[in-house]
């Protein structure tokens, strides 16, 4: 669809970022063989709107997600999952926590624990 490498996303302009958006959603809405109308309808936004869109104007956030939802695209909300990571650190201090060997049985089998005459 578009040569652009990662490393030229930081040089384009806001309006050129839009615009790719806006031809990323034109193509995959041509291939789904959708009219525009079409779209906007199931999206709930008007024509004007999804015109808009693809020509890369400012519109808002969840018009975008709508109209995502419709063309079956919400896959690409993957690239904004927070995923939570552990630092080095921090795995070397629950690995040197964690249990290295089973220990020795006692001589009384299982019952190591004190009777509480209960």
Request: hydrophobic share 35%; net charge positive.
């Given at each position: 669809m578009s040569d652009i490498s990662y490393n030229?996303?930081?040089s384009m302009t806001d309006?050129?970022?839009c615009e790719t958006i806006g031809n990323f959603i034109k193509h995959h809405r041509i291939n789904q063989n959708k009219s525009q109308n079409e779209v906007s309808l199931a999206a709930g936004i008007s024509r004007s709107t999804m015109s808009l869109l693809e020509r890369g104007g400012n519109i808002s956030i969840s018009s975008l997600i709508q109209v995502l939802r419709v063309l079956e695209l919400?896959?690409?909300?993957?690239?904004?999952?927070v995923e939570t990571e552990i630092s080095p650190i921090e795995y070397a201090k629950l690995q040197k926590n964690k249990r290295q060997r089973a220990g020795k049985r006692s001589k009384e089998g299982n019952n190591t624990k004190e009777d509480l005459g209960w």
């Amino acid at each position: 669809m578009s040569d652009i490498s990662y490393n030229n996303w930081f040089s384009m302009t806001d309006k050129a970022l839009c615009e790719t958006i806006g031809n990323f959603i034109k193509h995959h809405r041509i291939n789904q063989n959708k009219s525009q109308n079409e779209v906007s309808l199931a999206a709930g936004i008007s024509r004007s709107t999804m015109s808009l869109l693809e020509r890369g104007g400012n519109i808002s956030i969840s018009s975008l997600i709508q109209v995502l939802r419709v063309l079956e695209l919400l896959y690409i909300m993957d690239v904004f999952k927070v995923e939570t990571e552990i630092s080095p650190i921090e795995y070397a201090k629950l690995q040197k926590n964690k249990r290295q060997r089973a220990g020795k049985r006692s001589k009384e089998g299982n019952n190591t624990k004190e009777d509480l005459g209960w």
